[in-house]
């Protein structure tokens, strides 16, 4: 899960980095692959793709609760073979993986971390590894966008730049509400993803829905005859057998597999879940994500310090990371009384407050990465030198990407991930702006340096028209007794650990391992203490006892970390 697309820049950046993939999802050195020409089809026939990968499209129904609707939705499934084949006693299996968002696309997330996870998982049994783009995103049709085009949603989100971020001033405020309910209007009335009786596909998007959809998934791979109950809503699908799922979610693929697991524990076979979301959080007004904020802001600090020349932003002078820390405090007072410009790339910007702490929170996802590049751009910024272009405005060069649906993908995911999320919440569709001050200010006063960043991914649900309010949501109870495998680094920017620990008391039987890292993700990048016990696991069933805590090789600023 993201905290949200704060900025334009934020927008992109976590598209791309997806905040659950160790790098960027570059395609180039990819083929491409027209999905236009594949054709979509009741059960999956997979069809060569992407050189080793194999892809289907699978129609569903648009709404599981109405047999009598006429719509479907076009799935876009891809799948990495074992590397044995089907009939080989050694084949485990297909495990299917999320990569988070909401909004994450797995088409991409496949082609880039497909082949590691399938190394890292195979043993004695071998594994398919099967993702999908969830129903509105990317290559599943229809798309949930919008904007006509991707570039009216750029030119949205640096508009909302210009003005501020929630807590600059009232008036940065009160334009964020009046641009997203613009938006909101758009989402409602647009074209796009709305069938030609008025049906609007933002209506069906919630996790209960995409959840179904991964139960038909898991049917169809397990060869499952349905006798005509693709179309009906619940109940007992097979009569012969019980097809169970083989899962690995991050961030807010843990709320998908939760909510799987709470809606049919009777197919959960192996689910590892990594950088856990707080399902009874996230079904209410989400405001437990950004617990650990403070404490991997000093942990950049500390590592700094401990890191000497090794850290750009670190002086000869200093007798401790308070004085780091004191020298980050200065240059964040000046940058907030005088915006700097830079120029890279083609592009030319201004760095302001807001974005120093959009891209400090950046940061946090990946510390081994990102951790000495960040001080290198403090460094720069506090010297006053040739400003080098932020890191976090790479994704600006996109002309590496293969074609313009991942270009709209990038710039317009938020809008499908505004549809889920405030369809899993609570209807806040009577708030006013006063009574979202009121719960922005309670935010900032509990979390200061993040509270703001936590309520901007929420303000799209305050301002959203009542007509896209969902047809299917669930919410709770999130218990069953299903063995899940909870994972989580010791500090996490929006999925703390502490969450991790709770959902592991409510389904029963489950287990907490923690890496002692921080970040955002346990598992990519991860340790081999970690992956020996996800391995057995997934292989065994065997859970390692809860609280089980691994150590990391290296930490930021180390040599060859």
């Known amino acids: 899960m993201t905290v949200a697309p704060l900025t334009f820049l934020w927008q992109i950046w976590l598209t791309l980095a997806h905040a659950y993939v160790p790098h960027p999802v570059r395609l180039t050195g990819h083929p491409r692959f027209d999905w236009h020409n594949l054709a979509t089809a009741d059960n999956l026939n997979f069809s060569p793709c992407y050189d080793e990968f194999e892809c289907a499209r699978l129609s569903l129904p ?10 479907n939705i076009s799935l876009a499934v891809i799948m990495l073979r074992a590397v044995v084949p089907q009939s080989h006693p050694s084949h485990g299996g297909s495990v299917i993986v999320n990569p988070g968002g909401p909004g994450g696309s797995g088409v991409l997330y496949a082609l880039s971390a497909a082949r590691k996870l399938q190394t ?33 949603s750029e030119i949205w989100y640096l508009e909302k730049r210009a003005a501020g971020g929630l ?42 829905y995409t959840a179904r959809d991964t139960l038909e998934l898991v049917f169809q791979l397990d060869d499952v005859e349905l006798s005509g109950a693709k179309h009906a809503t619940q109940g007992v699908l097979s009569e012969t057998r019980v097809p169970k799922i083989q899962y690995m979610g991050t961030s807010y693929g843990t709320f998908l597999g939760e909510t799987f697991a709470a809606l049919y524990p009777e197919h959960v076979g192996r689910m590892v ?13 989400h405001e437990a994500s950004v617990d650990d904020h403070e404490a991997i802001c000093s942990y950049f600090f500390e590592r700094c310090y401990a890191g000497g020349e090794k850290c750009a ?22 940058v907030r009384h005088e915006p700097v410009s830079y120029t890279g790339a083609g592009h030319t910007s201004v760095i302001t407050f807001e974005d120093l702490v959009d891209g400090w929170f950046m940061t946090l996802y990946q510390p081994a990465q990102f951790f000495p590049l960040f001080a290198q751009f403090l460094d720069a910024l506090y010297e006053a030198r040739d400003l080098p272009y932020p890191f976090w405005h ?9 074609d313009e649906a991942i270009l709209a993908h990038i710039l317009q995911n938020s809008e499908i991930s505004a549809a889920v999320h405030c369809s899993d919440g609570p209807d806040l569709t009577s708030s006013n702006v006063s009574s979202f001050q009121d719960w922005l200010s309670n935010l900032t006063t509990r979390f200061p340096n ?32 299903v063995p899940i495998l909870f994972v989580n680094n010791r500090l996490d920017p929006v999925t703390p650990l502490k969450s991790a620990k709770k959902m592991a008391t409510q389904y029963d039987g489950s287990s907490v ?41 290296c930490e930021p600023f180390d040599e060859g970390c």
């Not at 391995?535 to 089980?548: I, V």
């Open 62 to 71: 648009l709404d599981w609760h109405n047999a009598s609707s006429p719509h």
């Open 120 to 152: 890292l998982l195979d043993g004695p049994q071998h594994y398919d590894i099967i993702s999908f783009d969830p129903r509105g995103v990317l290559y599943s049709q229809p798309n949930a966008y919008c904007f006509d085009e991707a570039i009216e």
């Open 167 to 208: 807590n600059a001033s009232e008036a940065a405020l009160r334009y964020s509400w009046a641009a997203e309910i613009g938006r909101g209007r758009l989402c409602a009335t647009n074209k796009g993803g709305i069938f030609s009786d008025g049906i609007n596909i933002r209506n069906h998007l919630s996790t209960a």
């Open 273 to 285: 879940l990594d950088s856990n979301i707080d399902a009874d959080n996230f079904v209410s007004r």
């Open 313 to 334: 932003f670190w002086r000869t002078s200093d007798r401790g990371a308070g004085d780091i820390q004191a020298r980050y405090e200065v240059l964040l007072s000046t």
């Open 394 to 402: 790479h994704a600006l060069n996109l002309p590496g990407y293969a």
């Open 450 to 481: 993040a509270g703001a960043l936590q309520a901007e991914w929420k303000l799209s649900c305050f301002t959203l028209p009542a007509s896209l309010r969902p047809q299917w949501r669930y919410d709770g109870p999130f218990s069953a007794t």
């Open 513 to 553: 391992l923690v890496q002692d890292s921080v970040g955002h993700g346990a598992l990519l990048p991860g340790g081999e203490c970690m992956w020996n016990h996800v391995k057995r696991y997934m292989q065994t069933g065997r859970l390692p006892k809860d609280g089980t805590v691994c150590e990391v090789p």
